[in-house]
């Protein structure tokens, strides 16, 4: 097997302090794989001169194609297309369809008047391919040099996805040579990464050379992933299909899916398929439980709502806990969610209700009840679950783990 | 200046096919910085040896300190231990520590015997020294050689930053050269980046070279930073600040602070400050805004609960919007985000309420109410401010500045 790989390297001092959070590489090395490109290497550098330039010289030794995001904007510290025109012997010349844009942008779309920073963003390196951009003023390049292919995008992340899908995910096939890449993921709830290890011994000593195999611990659950890649599509799938159903008939008791879906996700393909539909009453979650839910196109199917009570007086108030409930058990107790969860079903009249209640911390800890101390309640029309955690974690790794956790008792409840 | 820079290596195929967004290396970046040590280069590598081989006999050259994450676990897909130990010349022995608190983990904590795999994860190289993991059973670990220091740490997040924090931070100033790094940052709204640019021209030709400027564009807001290196601290602050201070008062009519703070922390503050309230109904944004603003420590404070309405049945019955306005002037409408915000801090009784309904898409959209229509509605008791918006990108995208703009609405609000 002989193909082309693929470096993304990512440029701004903002990657480099912490600033912000590169989304991009890993949207990019999605798509890249779907069409049958391996990535190498993602390397981010900041807005130095140097480093940039080093940076291609390194990448374009171990790639065929290389992707730079970012650096691309109209102010001084972008220096992206300065350093590519030289890098490529080019001079910066107006190019006419983006000057188009660009003015179409100002005047008819923003109707502002421009300044010269925008007219400089028509300005590409004559040695480069123009990649159109229709969410935005700064043009995608391309250039090719000693046999390999840059590719260069902005990092404003829908541009930079908007260039990828129109543009150069179309082109690539035509420019480098690509290969199958297969990926095939179990999801696992209940059982620590050593001990799946364990239960799939056999069948991780019989995977040929050419099957990957990962493990991905998260949020109390571990995904263990297959990855082939080869040549031929119909073997390669046939083989990987074959493997994978070892695995997943070793790990049928822990099961929660075989695919890489995220449990959000996967409750509003059960709820849909099954006409139901679902709330939820959260307090210690402030709604990232429904934030989850909604997150996915077409939620409105299968959600009709939450009331965060977040004050106890909301849960007495819209959710009719009595106040006698929160002070004999208080608000962090299986009876006060067990009626959240029973109110919240008949207000909104769903199928099925999620309620929790818990203490996420750093503060709010007592020695009864310390930080990362949950119930959660799942109901439908016949009972109602609950079930108690510790998380003990930080602020934002508890609300993540309480949600998981309710999300997957909720699928234990449609699934029966 | 003569200062020690520093590398991150993160391991892990997943990071390459674009499974996992790496959020390490941000946090990492942002310890490192605070403790004077600049990051020059992060590069992300697959579990294969050659590759990570080839990274750090590059990222040595570059750094005198080099970060390695991932790679640490049990399972046979995670192979930096041994790479680190033969790149070291060592032999893995048992370390005793270790050794004891993976036993404690599993006996005393866990309450399940272990297995030969839980074993494996206390045998370090013997030329390492170790770094105590108290949240988990891969130790982290660290090598020297040739002046360079090697700092391998496990991937799991809340695993890295436990031992960053209690181990490797408070060693680092005694082994390696720092500086002092000073960030300031203005958040800016209603102003694009190249009309902000031409407003601080002066102010950015008067910069002396030690003090970098950058401008980041997201939504729809510009954060202009700047970011001073330098020995003396005394003097960094006070420069720093003085040019910071006329850049402040020049954007003085676009200035929504003067701080690196989200929105959301930005509106805690504030109401915290003024012992005020606020609740949310939200419709299009399915409990985003709310989880947003509990995802800030001690927003109990001040935040009381929300509606998240997202059927328009909901709106009715829990919301008290009569059937005839969401008849007649429809759910994405001005009367009714309106008597959302109303009638929720009614319910919620709080000083402020934030509603909003919208389109987020792919679907619902119409010709006269596109996706990315939104209405937005910030009440207090006296007045009721509302705004549309058509943000037109990905459902992701417009929930996202969906919220930004309501908080930013309910800032102006707060403010007066």
Chains 1, 2 share one sequence.
Not at 66 to 92: E, N, Q, R, V
Not at 95 to 106: G, K, M, P, R, S
Not at 200 to 220: C, D, F, M, R, W
């Amino acid at each position: 097997m002989n193909t082309d790989f693929a470096s993304i390297i990512t440029i701004g001092d903002e990657l480099l302090i912490g600033q912000v959070v590169d989304t991009n590489s890993a949207w990019m090395a999605q798509e890249l794989n779907k069409i049958g490109i391996s990535i190498k290497h993602r390397i981010a550098v900041g807005d130095v001169w140097d480093d940039i330039w080093y940076a291609l010289d390194e990448e374009s030794k171990q790639a065929k194609i290389i992707f730079i995001t970012g650096g691309l904007g109209p102010t001084s510290d972008d220096i992206t297309k300065p350093l590519l025109c030289k890098y490529f012997d080019g001079k910066l010349k107006i190019d006419e369809d983006t000057l188009a844009h660009v003015t179409n942008i100002f005047l008819d779309v923003l109707k502002r008047p421009m300044i010269d920073l925008n007219l400089k963003q028509a300005e590409v390196p004559d040695t480069c391919t123009v990649l159109r951009n229709d969410k935005g003023t700064a043009p995608g390049m391309m250039f090719e040099k000693n046999g390999k292919i840059f590719i260069s995008l902005p990092g404003v992340p829908h541009e930079m996805k908007w260039i990828m899908s129109n543009v150069v995910l179309p082109m690539l096939p035509s420019k480098v040579k690509t290969t199958n890449i297969e990926h095939r993921t179990l999801l696992t709830a209940g059982i620590g990464e050593s001990f799946l290890a364990e239960l799939v011994k056999e069948e991780e000593i019989a995977l040929p050379p050419q099957i990957k195999l990962a493990y991905l611990p998260n949020s109390g659950m571990v995904r263990l992933r297959l990855t082939a890649i080869g040549d031929n599509k119909e073997m390669l799938s046939k083989q990987i299909n074959l493997y994978f159903n070892a695995f997943k008939i070793k790990v049928k008791d822990y099961l929660v899916i075989d695919e890489d879906l995220p449990m959000h996700s996967l409750i509003g393909r059960l709820l849909k398929d099954r006409g139901q539909t679902v709330s939820t009453a959260e307090s210690c979650t402030g709604g990232y439980i429904a934030h989850l839910i909604t997150s996915i196109p077409g939620a409105s199917a299968y959600f009709k709502g939450s009331v965060v009570s977040y004050d106890n007086s909301i849960k007495t108030s819209v959710l009719d806990v009595p106040e006698s409930t929160l002070e004999t058990f208080g608000a962090v107790s299986e009876e006060t969610v067990i009626l959240m969860a029973k109110n919240v079903r008949e207000i909104m009249q769903t199928d099925f209700s999620i309620a929790v209640s818990g203490i996420m911390g750093p503060d709010g800890g007592t020695v009864e009840k310390p930080v990362g101390k949950v119930w959660i309640a799942v109901a439908n029309n016949k009972e109602i679950s609950t079930k108690s955690f510790e998380f003990r974690y930080n602020r934002e790794r508890n609300i993540e783990l309480t949600a998981i956790n309710a999300l997957n008792m909720l699928r234990i409840a449609i699934c029966g």
